[in-house]
């Protein structure tokens, strides 16, 4: 299993942001952060890179359940999902697969947490293919 679910989609990159906004707040998640790595990497290292946005994307109530069951968790949250321009001038959506990183975690009680985070965030995924 690959730690990460993307689609390549047919959207301006700008659409592409709003697109996945919607879809995640579909899927009970908001975005609490939202980082410009290309504006981020002109103004720290005056380099040029594609446009790519790194979305920090959470579900309230399951990331209260997952603090509740292991106190160091917060260091895996929020869930991110990047939306990119390939070289060829396509836009890419990745979102996290949480669960392939709580196997890292080794805390059975949040298993289920990442179940439901993977299938929220894989229904963002999927969505966007259908659009």
């Known amino acids: 299993m690959s730690y990460n679910n993307s689609v390549t989609v047919k959207y301006s990159f700008d659409d592409a942001i709003a697109k996945v906004t919607d879809e995640l707040k579909k899927e009970g998640f908001g975005v609490l ?13 005056d380099v040029d ?38 070289p060829d001038g396509s836009i890419r959506v990745s979102a996290i697969n949480p669960m392939e990183s709580m196997k890292a975690v080794a805390n059975p009680n949040l298993e289920d947490i990442a179940k439901s985070v993977t299938e929220k965030l894989l229904n963002v995924i999927n969505n966007l293919e259908q659009a």
């Open 33 to 45: 952060t939202e980082i410009d790595v290309r504006e981020t990497l002109k103004k720290k290292l």
């Open 49 to 86: 890179f594609r446009k790519y946005r790194i979305l920090g994307a959470c579900n309230p109530p399951l990331a209260f359940k997952a603090l509740s069951e292991e106190e160091n968790i917060g260091v895996m949250l929020p869930c991110n999902v990047i939306v990119q321009e390939a």
